[in-house]
């Protein structure tokens, strides 16, 4: 059974900083794209950051580009997030999602984590 766990949430000052983890378990993730999400209040879930298998293919959304960054360790099988120079506009539910790198790229995932939530604070 696959299993995405997410930790490292919870409330920052505007400006700081916080590093989310994603532990995997149920699968090799070193055979899967993996990636970040988030939901805001009355917003729609959408991707935050992806990476491939290897490590050597990212993407970042527009909004997080030089402030966040995706890592993985596949002998950990756990994908983290950086999260730098933190906005009051980055609060949300944070989740973890898993499959193919492309699935994950447009938002479609087969697997996710239960979330863990951002706030930050002005």
């Known amino acids: 059974q696959v299993q995405l766990v997410e930790s490292g949430g919870g409330l920052v000052q505007a400006g700081g900083s916080l590093r989310l983890s994603c532990a995997a378990s149920?699968?090799?993730?070193?055979?899967?794209?993996m990636g970040w999400f988030r939901q805001a209040p009355g917003k729609e879930r959408a991707v935050v950051a992806a990476i491939n298998w290897s490590g050597g293919i990212t993407y970042y959304a527009d909004s997080v580009k030089g402030r966040f960054t995706i890592s993985r360790a596949n002998a950990k099988n756990t994908v983290y997030l950086q999260m730098n120079s933190l906005k009051v506009a980055d609060t949300a539910v944070y989740y973890c999602a898993a499959d193919s790198y492309t699935r994950v790229r447009v938002g479609s995932p087969a697997y996710w984590g239960q979330g863990t939530q951002v706030t930050v604070s002005s």
């Open positions: 149920g699968f090799t993730s070193s055979g899967y794209g």
